[in-house]
Nanobody, 115 residues
């Protein structure tokens, strides 16, 4: 079955950086678009970024463009999200997902941006 395990979250000050990782198993990772989603406190799930199977195409939510970078390592079935210049509004549980709506997503990793 599909398994997605996120890691790398934590507490960081505004302006800081974090890199999230997601280890995938149970499907042919290199054949799928992959996504990062997030759920801010008290809000719904929102799409953050997506990457094509080869990594040649990427797209981003407007509010993270220029600050976040999605990437993937197909040899190791791993998805990444490099987050720079973090803001308090980036505080959320971050999920990697096999589909954009998030029906097949991991358990999430908490990112808290606070002084």
């Amino acid at each position: 079955q599909v398994q997605l395990v996120e890691s790398g979250g934590g507490l960081v000050q505004p302006g800081g950086s974090l890199t999230l990782s997601c280890l995938a198993s149970g499907f042919t990772f290199e054949n799928y678009w992959m996504y990062w989603l997030r759920q801010p406190p008290g809000k719904g799930l929102e799409w953050v970024s997506g990457i094509s199977p080869t990594g040649a195409l990427t797209n981003y939510k407007d509010s993270v463009k220029g600050r976040f970078t999605i990437s993937r390592d197909n040899a190791n079935n791993t998805l990444y999200l490099q987050m720079n210049s973090l803001k308090s509004e980036d505080t959320a549980v971050y999920y990697c997902s096999k589909d954009r709506p998030g029906r097949e997503r991991g358990q999430g990793t908490q990112v808290t941006v606070s002084p």
